[in-house]
């Protein structure tokens, strides 16, 4: 049973940071791709980094610059550290896990989700 378990959102304000976490077990974490998703209140879903097994990253104009992506194979865990945190960042943030020969975008579609984790950035 594969599961992908996020952490660390919180209420913070603009201008401040979170570094959120994403725990991954029944899983053979060396994936292809690894990568984070967020969902706005009232919008669909948008991938906004990604990380493959040799560390390439690509990232969403949106975050870039801002958020950075990265992972601990030892441990499992996927990572994004967020800086510079605007409102318009305010989402419930997900991992995703992708098994895939493809390269590893960040808007690929995930085979396996976490449960998400709040962040709200308020003014």
């Known amino acids: 049973q594969v599961q992908l378990v996020e952490s660390g959102g919180d209420s913070v304000q603009a201008g401040g940071a979170l570094r959120l976490s994403c725990a991954a077990s029944g899983y053979t974490y060396s994936s292809d791709c690894m990568a984070w998703f967020r969902q706005a209140p009232g919008k669909g879903r948008e991938g906004i980094a990604s990380?493959?097994?040799?560390?390439?990253?690509t990232y969403a104009d949106s975050v870039k610059g801002r958020f950075t992506i990265s992972q601990d194979n030892a441990k499992k865990t996927l990572y994004l550290q967020m800086n510079s945190l605007k409102p318009e960042d305010t989402a419930v943030y997900y991992c995703g896990a992708e098994n895939s020969e493809r390269y590893c975008y960040y808007y690929n579609a995930p085979d396996y989700w976490g449960q998400g984790t709040q962040v709200t950035v308020s003014s």
């Open positions: 990380i493959d097994s040799f560390g390439r990253t």
